[in-house]
């Protein structure tokens, strides 16, 4: 008895509740954003209620998880992984299909996204495996560990297909490599590798946006013939290998000293890029292709997939400094901007609440990444750094996306606004991802 109360005492002093006031915050607010946002749709009631509901299991969930010890983790990771790819393969047999995607469990009033928690079984995962193996001098059973425990994910997630839900991966694991002591150039390598893979087809795509608008623009016209021929991604293969190596022999005539595994690599890796650009392309559907690159110049499909990041900017500018009011928006109260209580809800805020209620969400995310990182430097020990830095990077990722993509400088990826877009699975993934955060925390001041 005289143990629990002292575990009680030390849960309630040493729980990071900033960051728990700064979670409920911007979940009070998404919740006043979904009831304005889904009131043309005449759907206010059960968004709203579904996002309470998950809001309020989440929180069970959050201080559950808080005080459970998440060194626990780190020796049920092969378990936590099992328990994922099943869910994944779950989805795929007995999943509801959504827009072209079976990634939804129906459980009648409330719909269930395993992909939401399996990103954070992913960080747990990957965390435990680094933080076993990351003194090993082995650095290709290293990367080849890392990228097994990646691919079994991927390739379950893009089946449903859900292109979106895997881009967060990439970024997380570049980080946690990073803090595991992987050299700077391998990860420099691996970006490339993943830059051409995605930036190929996406750059053919533009360049055909492009000429269908602009018949006459020549350049964009050769670009996209040269891309759309796979055959042709083997004289730009050719072509970047050689500025690679000139670079490298030009550094050799200065007598700058700079050995040749270097270009071999970044070579290496633009010929897998260019070879894993040709899968991305068959996997990509077109509306998703556009989706993607469309941010560049919304103008070239105005009622296709520019439409929504027109809308969206005309919506946030006409916000101005105080806002319009709470549904007194007339790109959101008309229904102008679809997807608005999920991907565009921060447009339904800067157009409703203005400038000051949007600068203060953006502060709150500050602060709340920052608490993040801030656990993770005071973790009691590598493993609580790494989740807490996986968590951090995930968050961030979805942040700056979400908010750079409804202000037309981000593709639109169709990521949610962490704890304000409308999506019970989100939510209540995002509040367990915070009482992970804060097991770490309190960890620190127990035993």
Same mark, same amino acid.
């Given at each position: ?11 309630? =002093? *040493? ?6 006031? $700064? ?21 206010? =009631?059960? +968004? ?21 010890? &998440? ?9 936590? &992984? ?30 269930? #996204?395993? @992909? ?14 680094? /933080?076993?193996?990351? *003194? ?16 079994? +994910? ?7 297909? /859900? ?8 970024? %997380?694991?570049? %980080? ?32 055909? !946006? ?6 006459? +623009? ?5 670009? +996209? ?17 050689? $500025?690679? !190596? ?18 071999? =690599? ?64 007339? #790109? ?24 000051? %209620?949007? #600068?203060?969400? $953006? ?14 430097? *005071? ?18 990722? &979805? ?5 750079? !993509?409804?202000?037309?400088? !981000?593709? @639109? ?13 989100? @939510? ?5 991802? %915070? ?9 620190? &001041?127990?035993?």
């Amino acid at each position: 008895m005289k143990k629990l109360r002292k575990f009680l005492a030390t849960f309630i =002093f *040493n729980i990071d509740w900033i960051i728990l006031l $700064i979670v409920f915050t911007l979940a009070t607010i998404g919740i006043f954003a979904i009831d304005s946002a889904s009131s043309f749709y005449e759907t206010s =009631f059960k +968004h709203v209620s579904v996002q309470i509901a998950a809001c309020f299991l989440g929180t069970i969930f959050l201080f559950a998880i808080a005080a459970f010890d &998440y060194q626990f983790y780190k020796y049920l990771d092969k378990i936590i &992984y099992a328990i994922s790819i099943s869910l994944l393969i779950s989805v795929l047999i007995f999943g509801t299909l959504k827009k072209g995607t079976r990634g939804w469990f129906n459980l009648g009033y409330l719909s269930f #996204q395993p @992909v939401e928690i399996v990103k954070i079984c992913y960080i747990l995962v990957l965390s435990s495996f680094l /933080d076993k193996n990351s *003194n090993n001098p082995n650095l290709i059973y290293l990367l080849t560990g890392t990228f097994l425990i990646l691919f079994g +994910h991927l390739v379950l997630i893009m089946l449903q297909p /859900d292109f979106s839900s895997t881009l967060s991966y990439f970024p %997380v694991t570049l %980080v946690l490599l990073f803090i595991a002591g992987v050299p700077t150039f391998i990860l420099m390598c691996l970006s490339v590798f993943a830059s051409f893979a995605v930036g190929m087809p996406l750059l053919e795509t533009f360049a055909k !946006m492009q000429q269908q608008v602009f018949p006459d +623009h020549s350049f964009m016209a050769k670009i +996209h013939s040269l891309l759309s021929e796979d055959w042709y991604k083997i004289y730009i293969l050719e072509g970047f290998s050689v $500025i690679v !190596m000139s670079f490298w022999w030009g550094l050799k005539k200065l007598k700058i000293s700079f050995s040749f595994i270097y270009p071999f =690599f970044l070579c290496l890796s633009i010929a897998f890029g260019c070879l894993a650009s040709i899968v991305v392309d068959k996997s990509l559907k077109d509306y998703q292709r556009k989706r993607l690159v469309v941010f560049l110049n919304p103008k070239v499909d105005v009622k296709g997939a520019g439409y929504n990041i027109i809308q969206s900017k005309i919506a946030i500018g006409s916000g101005e400094f105080k806002g319009k009011g709470f549904k007194q928006g007339t #790109q959101t109260q008309l229904g102008f901007l679809p997807e608005q209580h999920t991907d565009f809800i921060f447009s339904i805020i800067g157009e409703e609440r203005g400038w000051i %209620v949007s #600068q203060l969400i $953006i502060v709150l995310y500050f602060l709340f990444i920052w608490r993040i990182f801030k656990t993770a430097k *005071n973790a009691k020990d590598r493993y609580g750094s790494f989740v807490a830095i996986g968590i951090g990077t995930m968050f961030t990722f &979805y942040i700056v996306i979400n908010i750079g !993509m409804v202000m037309g400088m !981000m593709p @639109v990826t169709g990521m949610p606004l962490p704890l304000l877009s409308y999506g019970g699975s989100s @939510v209540f993934s995002s509040l367990c991802a %915070v009482g992970i955060l804060c097991s770490i925390q309190i960890r620190k &001041y127990l035993f």
